[in-house]
C-alpha cells in the first residue's frame, strides 16, 4: 500500500511542470494573437505593411482607441530647392545638399479620420521618423508638422499634441524613451514642431512619432482638400539650437544655422 501512494505522489510532482510550461506556452500564443490582431486591424483601417512594421505598439493601439472612420499613409519624399520650394524626388533622382538621404531617413506622414466632431472634419495627424544610420551629430533636432488653412488645432482637446522619441542601442538592445521634452517648442495657428534630442554614438539608431489633432475651422465647410506638410531638421556643424517659424503649410529656420532637412507632404480630399 505504501508503495501505490509513494507511486502516485511521484506521478502527479512530475506532471505540475508541464501544467506550467503549458500555461506559459498558452500565453506566449495569447500574446502573439494579440500583436497580429493589433495589426490586422490597422491593415483593415488602411496602414501599410511597412508603417505597420516601423511604428511602436504604444502609436498602434493610440490609432485604433481613436476609433477612426479610416486611416491612411504617405511616404513622398522632398528635397528644398535654391528658393525654398518642395520639389518631389524621384526614384534615383539627385538630391541638393541640404537634403537628408532617403537612405539614411525615412519620413511618414499618417492620418486618422475621426469623422465630425460638433460639426467639424476632424483628423489625428502623425510624422514617424526612423534613421537607417548612426547620426552624425550629437545635438537637438527640430520635427515638425504644419497644415493647410482650412484646419485649425482641434479645440476641445488643444491639439493633443504629443510626441515620443526612441533610441535603440543595436548592440545590447536596449531602448531609451523621451517625450521630446513635453510640449511643442512652437506652436502657432499652422501647426507645431518638437525638439528631439537625439541620442550620438555608432550603435544607437533614433526613431520616433509626433501626432496632433486638427479639425476644420468651419462646421459649414463640407469639404475640401487637406494638405500636411512634415519636416526634420537635423542640427549639423555647431552646437545650438534651431528655431523654426510655422504658417500654414510651412515649416522654415528663423534662427540658428548648420542644418540638413528632410520633407514629407500629403494632400487628401474630404
Known amino acids: 500500500?505504501?508503495?501505490?501512494?509513494?507511486?502516485?505522489?511521484?506521478?502527479?510532482?512530475?506532471?505540475?511542470?508541464?501544467?506550467?510550461?503549458?500555461?506559459?506556452?498558452?500565453?506566449?500564443?495569447?500574446?502573439?494573437?494579440?500583436?497580429?490582431?493589433?495589426?490586422?486591424?490597422?491593415?483593415e483601417l488602411g496602414a501599410t505593411d511597412e508603417y505597420i512594421s516601423m511604428i511602436p505598439l504604444e502609436q498602434k493601439l493610440d490609432i485604433i482607441?481613436?476609433?477612426?472612420?479610416?486611416?491612411?499613409?504617405?511616404?513622398?519624399?522632398?528635397?528644398?530647392?535654391?528658393?525654398?520650394?518642395?520639389?518631389e524626388i524621384?526614384?534615383?533622382?539627385?538630391?541638393?545638399?541640404?537634403?537628408?538621404?532617403?537612405?539614411?531617413?525615412?519620413?511618414?506622414?499618417?492620418?486618422?479620420?475621426?469623422?465630425?466632431?460638433?460639426?467639424?472634419?476632424?483628423?489625428?495627424?502623425?510624422?514617424n521618423w526612423e534613421w537607417y544610420?548612426?547620426?552624425?551629430?550629437?545635438?537637438?533636432?527640430?520635427?515638425g508638422l504644419s497644415y493647410s488653412d482650412n484646419f485649425q488645432t482641434r479645440v476641445a482637446n488643444n491639439g493633443r499634441y504629443q510626441c515620443k522619441a526612441y533610441s535603440?542601442?543595436?548592440n545590447t538592445g536596449t531602448t531609451e524613451t523621451t517625450d521630446c521634452y513635453g510640449r511643442p517648442s512652437e506652436i502657432t495657428f499652422g501647426g507645431?514642431?518638437?525638439?528631439?534630442?537625439?541620442?550620438?554614438?555608432?550603435?544607437?539608431?533614433?526613431?520616433?512619432?509626433a501626432q496632433m489633432d486638427i479639425e476644420t475651422k468651419s462646421s459649414k465647410t463640407p469639404s475640401g482638400t487637406?494638405?500636411?506638410?512634415?519636416?526634420?531638421?537635423?542640427?549639423?556643424?555647431?552646437?545650438?539650437?534651431?528655431?523654426v517659424s510655422i504658417k500654414y503649410v510651412s515649416i522654415s529656420v528663423s534662427s540658428g544655422s548648420g542644418y540638413d532637412e528632410a520633407a514629407s507632404q500629403t494632400s487628401w480630399n474630404f
Not at 486611416?71 to 520639389?87: A, C, H, M, P, R
Not at 537634403?99 to 510624422?127: A, C, E, Q, W
Not at 507645431?192 to 526613431?207: E, L, M, P, T, Y
Request: charged share 20%; aromatic share 12%.
Open 65 to 87: 482607441n481613436s476609433n477612426p472612420k479610416s486611416f491612411s499613409v504617405e511616404k513622398t519624399d522632398y528635397y528644398i530647392d535654391s528658393n525654398g520650394d518642395l520639389q
Open 1 to 43: 500500500m505504501k508503495k501505490i501512494l509513494f507511486s502516485f505522489v511521484l506521478c502527479f510532482s512530475v506532471l505540475m511542470p508541464s501544467t506550467a510550461v503549458f500555461a506559459a506556452e498558452s500565453a506566449s500564443v495569447e500574446n502573439k494573437y494579440d500583436d497580429e490582431e493589433i495589426n490586422k486591424q490597422l491593415k
Open 226 to 243: 487637406g494638405i500636411l506638410l512634415s519636416k526634420y531638421l537635423h542640427k549639423t556643424g555647431s552646437p545650438g539650437s534651431l528655431g
Open 168 to 170: 535603440k542601442n543595436i
Open 192 to 209: 507645431a514642431a518638437w525638439n528631439h534630442d537625439v541620442k550620438f554614438g555608432a550603435a544607437w539608431r533614433n526613431s520616433g512619432y
Open 133 to 143: 544610420k548612426a547620426t552624425a551629430f550629437n545635438f537637438v533636432d527640430k520635427i
Open 90 to 127: 524621384e526614384t534615383g533622382g539627385v538630391q541638393t545638399q541640404k537634403t537628408i538621404g532617403t537612405s539614411d531617413l525615412s519620413l511618414f506622414n499618417g492620418k486618422s479620420d475621426l469623422g465630425y466632431m460638433n460639426g467639424r472634419k476632424t483628423y489625428r495627424v502623425y510624422v
